[in-house]
């Protein structure tokens, strides 16, 4: 991956400002220079869940391994033991004739050997698996208590430190203050009382943030703009424990995202992200930025996002001053729709990007974003065809490959090969399975590209070929259909060739295809607000940022706080 540049400036700012009334000042675009602390923004996931199930199927792969995919796609990982297990109670025969259900699963603490033994396990590996610089674990794990204090995510520093066992949230924070771990809360919006965070306990010092997006879906509020609806038993959403309602209380209190997935990679693309200010790679730095909320959030797009106020770094708690200048920077990996900006959870200003950039002209060097992404075909029920292999080679003429962004949700994909003006990657994907609409199984690479919109960009995938300039590819995207393959397999597998159906859409539906999105300009997919508040404050007052992308990515900063 692109290691991302120290702090200087996202290129086009637009500068806006409110009057003592609350009067928009007229927006006009400026130029900002380097500023701000070089901090890096590094990106790890601090929920993926594993250990996961019956005793003799809980590893389905090697702890390990885990820890080795990890380190081809982030710069952190804490994989989470899972200390539950469930219990199966079946369905009673007399209400089951036709023995169609299964029954229903309830969860509890596993054994106290259990936990021992594979707590051990998972520590020997982050201890191994850890290379300052390059790769940095923490051990964690998933506390539920009872049940009723809501979940977190207990991380380490450094190994040697025993799974707490307690069942409040007032026993597990004594035992935190005493280790030295933070504990970090999650699915925050379900109802009180029910796994979700009960902020009547809460301490600062040991929760400096909170996951506020995993594959739950947002508990920023409970107003489902981005829903949580994945999971039936412990939903809907609820107010009372949002992370909204937090802020609301007076409480310090960061944001994050983190996948929440089992048995699938660290780091699934679409299910969270951590990202986290530091100024080195190592356990050290990484938890001096825990610890000052220097955190952020992403779903999925690894949104890089500085956010100041009056210069103070997101997370911190500043004096009041009559007036507050917020600089926002954001520098995305699609077109940025909006950047938002948040006064106690009300926004108060808006930049909307759309409309606000255009291409660049001929002849004009600059940079693009070029999303290529695989994955599309037959459902897994209708062809027996293994995973498909896909084998790339991208070449951009007269131009350079910059750097680049793994997508992926599934084993089996490796970092590209990258040099000057091109790179060379291999993707693989499985057949969709599950409903008929549903989350299939596309992986994507997105590359960072230096060149003039009419240079051309070719691309060779799996024996297609295709070549455009950067503008061509800025204005339609494009798609690759394996049409003959896809007659050949039918034929083979199931003796169906196009004279035996009526309509095409079979061969179109069954074939394997690729996409090349369009192409963003650099124009596109960097932005800022500088935006002064001046008027005065009536209490404690907290700011934070949201961003959205074209293609629905987003990003979530940890607030600043005013006293």
């Known amino acids: 991956m692109e290691r991302p540049a120290p702090y200087s400036g996202a290129g086009t700012v637009f500068r806006q400002g409110v009057s003592l009334a609350g009067r928009t000042m007229a927006m006009t675009r400026t130029t900002k220079p380097a500023s701000g602390r070089p901090y890096q923004i590094y990106w790890g996931d601090t929920h993926h869940n594993v250990y996961v199930g019956p005793e003799d199927a809980a590893l389905?792969?090697?702890?390990?391994?885990?820890?080795?995919?990890?380190?081809?796609?982030?710069?952190?990982?804490?994989?989470?033991?899972?200390?539950?297990?469930?219990?199966?109670?079946?369905?009673?025969?007399?209400?089951?004739?036709?023995?169609?259900?299964?029954?229903?699963?309830?969860?509890r603490w596993k054994s106290r050997q259990r936990i021992v033994r594979e707590w051990a396990e998972l520590e020997e590996c982050t201890r191994a698996a850890c290379a300052p610089g390059r790769f940095v674990t923490f051990p964690c794990y998933e506390w539920q208590g009872d049940g009723t204090w809501g979940d977190h995510n207990v991380v380490h520093r450094t190994e040697g430190h025993p799974v707490c066992r307690a069942q409040t949230a007032a026993e597990l924070y004594r035992f935190l203050r005493r280790t030295g771990a933070l504990a970090i809360p999650h699915h925050l919006a379900y109802l009180a009382g029910h796994r979700s965070k009960n902020w009547d306990v809460c301490d600062e010092r040991v929760t400096p943030f909170a996951e506020i997006f995993s594959c739950h879906g947002c508990s920023e509020t409970d107003e489902d703009c981005v829903p949580m609806r994945r999971n039936p038993h412990m939903g809907p959403s609820a107010s009372g424990n949002t992370y909204a309602c937090a802020l609301d209380r007076g409480l310090h209190i960061g944001a994050i995202c983190g996948t929440d997935s089992f048995g699938f990679v660290p780091g699934w693309y679409g299910r969270g992200l951590m990202a986290c200010l530091a100024d080195g790679l190592t356990r050290e730095s990484l938890w001096d930025a825990f610890l000052a909320r220097r955190v952020y959030g992403v779903t999925g797009d690894r949104i890089e996002l500085r956010f100041t106020l009056n210069g103070s770094e997101m997370g911190a708690i500043v004096p009041a001053t009559p007036a507050r200048l917020i600089r926002v920077e954001v520098r995305g990996w699609d077109a940025i729709?909006?950047?938002?900006?948040?006064?106690?959870?009300?926004?108060?200003?808006?930049?909307?990007?759309?409309?606000?950039?255009?291409?660049?002209?001929?002849?004009?060097?600059?940079?693009?974003?070029?999303?290529?992404e695989c994955g599309w075909g037959p459902f897994a029920t209708e062809l027996p065809l293994p995973d498909e292999k896909w084998?790339?080679?991208?070449?951009?003429?007269?131009?350079?490959?910059?750097?680049?962004?793994?997508?992926?949700?599934?084993?089996?994909?490796?970092?590209?090969?990258?040099?000057?003006?091109?790179?060379?990657?291999?993707?693989?994907?499985?057949?969709?399975?599950?409903?008929?609409?549903?989350?299939?199984?596309?992986?994507?690479?997105?590359?960072?590209?230096?060149?003039?919109?009419?240079?051309?960009?070719?691309?060779?995938?799996?024996?297609?070929?295709?070549?455009?300039?950067?503008?061509?590819?800025?204005?339609?995207?494009?798609?690759?259909?394996?049409?003959?393959?896809?007659?050949?397999?039918?034929?083979?597998?199931?003796?169906?060739?196009?004279?035996?159906?009526?309509?095409?859409?079979?061969?179109?539906?069954?074939?394997?295809?690729?996409?090349?999105?369009?192409?963003?300009?650099?124009?596109?997919?960097?932005?800022?607000?500088?935006?002064?508040?001046?008027?005065?404050?009536?209490?404690?007052?907290?700011?934070?940022?949201?961003?959205?992308?074209?293609?629905?990515?987003?990003?979530?900063?940890?607030?600043?706080?005013?006293?």
Not at 72 to 87: G, I, V
Not at 341 to 362: D, M, S
């Open 60 to 107: 389905a792969m090697p702890m390990m391994e885990f820890c080795r995919y990890a380190a081809t796609c982030l710069d952190f990982y804490a994989p989470a033991y899972y200390t539950a297990e469930t219990q199966l109670h079946p369905a009673l025969p007399a209400h089951n004739a036709e023995g169609r259900w299964q029954g229903v699963k309830t969860e």
């Open 337 to 372: 729709d909006r950047i938002e900006i948040l006064r106690n959870n009300r926004v108060v200003a808006t930049h909307c990007h759309q409309g606000r950039w255009e291409a660049p002209t001929a002849g004009r060097t600059t940079r693009f974003k070029v999303r290529i």
């Open 391 to 563: 084998r790339g080679q991208l070449v951009v003429h007269d131009g350079r490959v910059c750097g680049w962004q793994p997508c992926w949700i599934d084993f089996g994909q490796t970092p590209p090969s990258i040099t000057g003006n091109g790179a060379r990657f291999q993707l693989r994907s499985r057949h969709a399975s599950g409903p008929y609409i549903a989350d299939a199984y596309f992986n994507a690479l997105v590359f960072e590209i230096e060149a003039a919109p009419d240079n051309r960009l070719s691309l060779e995938l799996n024996g297609q070929r295709i070549e455009e300039t950067l503008a061509g590819l800025c204005r339609a995207s494009r798609i690759l259909w394996y049409e003959e393959e896809t007659r050949r397999h039918l034929a083979r597998l199931t003796g169906l060739r196009p004279e035996h159906c009526e309509r095409p859409d079979t061969f179109y539906h069954c074939g394997r295809k690729a996409k090349i999105h369009r192409a963003v300009p650099e124009s596109g997919y960097t932005a800022g607000i500088e935006w002064e508040d001046d008027e005065p404050l009536a209490g404690p007052t907290h700011y934070r940022v949201r961003v959205e992308q074209r293609n629905g990515q987003r990003a979530w900063s940890s607030p600043i706080w005013v006293e």
